[in-house]
């Protein structure tokens, strides 16, 4: 695990791009936690970060609490990169 603050414009964007690079040519699966906000999320999408989680999809939750969101057929916030198709 590594815990890097990134935004699109601090040097530790550098770093997350080797680091992904890197977990990918090992073959490795890179999941990025504390996604907070969208502008976190494209530049991961971008980089093709194999999944996402934190408060920009949803708070933590009870096992009942998921249970009831899985029940309630909840989306995912208006925006989200996931939904896309590949041409």
């Known amino acids: 695990t590594v815990t890097i603050t990134v935004n699109a414009v601090n040097d530790a964007a550098v770093?997350?791009?080797a680091l992904i690079a890197l977990a990918?040519?090992?073959r490795l699966h890179v999941i990025a936690e504390r996604v907070e906000s969208t502008e976190q999320v494209m530049f991961l999408v971008q980089r093709h970060?194999?999944?996402?989680?934190?408060?920009y999809f949803s708070q933590?939750?009870?096992p009942?609490?998921?249970?009831q969101l899985l029940k309630k057929s909840m989306?995912?916030?208006?925006?989200?990169?996931?939904?896309?198709t590949s041409g």
């Open 24 to 26: 990918h040519s090992l």
């Open 60 to 62: 933590p939750l009870t």
């Open 15 to 17: 770093v997350v791009d």
């Open 49 to 55: 970060c194999d999944e996402l989680q934190g408060y």
């Open 75 to 84: 989306e995912l916030p208006d925006f989200c990169p996931f939904h896309y």
């Open 64 to 67: 009942y609490e998921f249970e």
